[in-house]
């Protein structure tokens, strides 16, 4: 009889119940780090009965169930395996989609992180590349000065100083007073 692969099984599927799926456990052997299921029978409620199905390329599917030991001698589903074998099949199936889904959304993070990254790293590059054109406090004050006018005129360095970095020298009385009647708000009229 020629070997039932997973593949096999893998492609006949058809006929399984959600309870029977419900009773397959995944278990990994500690010793030998072999993946196997842990199938309830289905008189398990009473009998508290447990087949272990297991695969090889070599040998193929064994479970530890009558039908099993006789080499499914009496299976006539076209799998040619009983459902213990092929709920474990389905349910290690479902068990590989959702690691690779997992694995996916893992690669996918990590990939936005490293462009995250890369993207700060340029970033970085360039502000040391970039030419020292942070102006001076002088620079800052004359180019304030040639950009604006107060009442017609250009700014004197005291008033750019002031309006530039709100700080002193600290206006006169007079000056003051002058400067708030002059940014007084205008009365707002439609008509
Ligand atoms: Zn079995």
Known sequence: ???ITFEHVAAHLDGLTEAQLD??????????GQ???QVESSEYE?????????????????????SGQWGFANVKHWSGVDWHVRASVKRELEFRAEA???QDADAREQEARREEAAKKEQERQQEQAAPADEPTREQALERFRDA???DGRRPTREEAERLLFK???RPTREE?????????ARPFRIM
């Open 1 to 3: 009889m020629a070997l």
């Open 23 to 32: 009773k397959c456990h995944r278990t990994i052997d500690e010793a030998t």
């Open 35 to 37: 993946v196997f299921y």
């Open 46 to 66: 009473q009998n508290e009965q447990m087949y272990k199905v297991t695969y090889d390329e070599e040998t193929g599917f064994h479970c530890t169930c009558k």
């Open 100 to 102: 690779q889904t997992r």
């Open 148 to 150: 604006h006018r107060i």
């Open 167 to 169: 700080v002193s020298p």
């Open 176 to 184: 003051a007073e002058r400067d708030m009647q002059r940014y007084q």
